[in-house]
């Protein structure tokens, strides 16, 4: 996306360790930040986000980390299963929450 | 409560042709938007409609273009088909209003040959 960079743009882990993507963004107002994921073949789907009130918010195995001051989030997933293999997007506000842009994404594998 | 849809699966056409692609969202979803994601890689942004209206478009060549209607449904048309416009062509849906949630639909396969 034009505002958002994503990294990296591959990742491979063992299964059971730990993955974390990160994101930047470049509009200090924006307040809503999604991670979405795509397995192959499939739609992405929404699979976590944050709003600026918060500086993390978990979910089971999957926790977003947002910094406002650095203009950074990140996806963090632990005890990584082999079902955890996808695509995961970060997204970001263009103007607006109405208006997003989304990163490069990720290509996550996990080995069994 | 039914998702987001987009017809046709599949659609194959040939350089110089015409397509349109077509989105229905989730009901209440007043917004809607187009991407182009090629070769499984990342969700280039299109269009974005709501209420009727074009609110902004991405970096594409005007032969992208679109429409919502009343029922805010939405066409993508693609004239003077080029052969990297191949890609899955997604819809998504929100209820805008800020809330800033978006729910794609399975997408549209457009080759062209």
């Known amino acids: 996306g034009e505002n958002v960079e994503q990294h990296p743009s591959t990742l491979s882990v063992q299964e059971g360790d730990s993955a974390v993507i990160k994101c930047t963004y470049s509009?200090?107002?924006?307040?809503?930040f999604p991670w979405y994921k795509q397995e192959l073949g499939k739609r992405p789907q929404l699979i976590i986000d944050i709003r600026s009130n918060v500086g993390e918010k978990k979910d089971q195995r999957i926790a977003v980390t947002l910094n406002k001051t650095a203009k950074h989030f990140s996806l963090h997933i632990t005890e990584t299963q082999p079902e955890d293999s996808a695509v995961y997007f970060c997204a970001a506000p263009l103007y607006n929450n109405n208006d997003m842009r989304f990163g490069a994404g990720t290509r996550l594998t996990v080995k069994p | 409560e039914a998702g987001v849809t987009q017809s046709p699966t599949h659609l194959i056409k040939t350089r110089g042709q015409q397509a349109t692609l077509r989105c229905s969202p989730i009901?209440?979803?007043?917004?809607v938007y187009w991407y182009q994601q090629a070769l499984g890689l990342g969700l280039q942004f299109l269009l974005w409609?709501?209420?009727?209206?074009?609110?902004n478009r991405g970096n594409f060549p005007p032969r992208f273009s679109g429409r919502q209607f009343p029922n805010y449904s939405s066409e993508l048309n693609v004239n003077a088909l080029e052969l990297e416009d191949s890609a899955l062509y997604l819809c998504?849906?929100?209820?805008?209003?800020?809330?800033?949630?978006?729910?794609f639909g399975p997408g549209t396969r457009l080759t062209v040959l």
């Open positions: 409609y709501d209420e009727g209206e074009e609110r």
């Open positions: 998504a849906s929100s209820l805008g209003q800020g809330r800033g949630e978006q729910f």
């Open positions: 009901s209440g979803h007043t917004s």
């Open positions: 509009d200090s107002a924006s307040n809503y």
